[in-house]
């Protein structure tokens, strides 16, 4: 078979996209498995903090179940529970006085 050369460069610059090509695609491996590497640990961080995340959402739950225990504690007073009211503190509500007529004292002269 003659060759012709036109037929040559052909062959060469078909030759020459082949090697470009495969440099391409090595460099293109080694990247994807660069990605690879870096999604197991991403995935494996996710994991981690999803985690961390339901465990700190343990911790609210049970601390506003304290803060509204709390609240309701701290709204007690004589008027709406078994309190006496010396247990009222300092947010008593000030005495209204006496609801009783005053009546004038009968001065006894001897």
């Not at 003659?2 to 090595?26: C, E, G, H, P, R």
């Not at 959402?57 to 529970?81: A, F, P």
């Amino acid at each position: 078979m003659i060759t012709t050369d036109f037929q040559y460069k052909t062959l060469a610059a078909a030759n020459k996209k082949i090697v470009d090509l495969q440099d391409k695609l090595s460099k293109q491996l080694k990247i994807n498995e660069g990605l690879v590497l870096e999604n197991r640990q991403l995935k494996a961080q996710v994991a981690q903090l999803s985690k961390k995340v339901s465990e700190l959402e343990s911790v609210v739950n049970k601390q506003s179940e304290i803060i509204d225990k709390l609240m309701r504690k701290l709204g007690l007073n004589s008027d709406n529970s078994s309190v006496p009211p010396s247990k009222n503190g300092l947010n008593k509500k000030p005495r209204s006085g006496n609801s009783r007529e005053k009546v004038a004292k009968k001065v006894v002269v001897n």
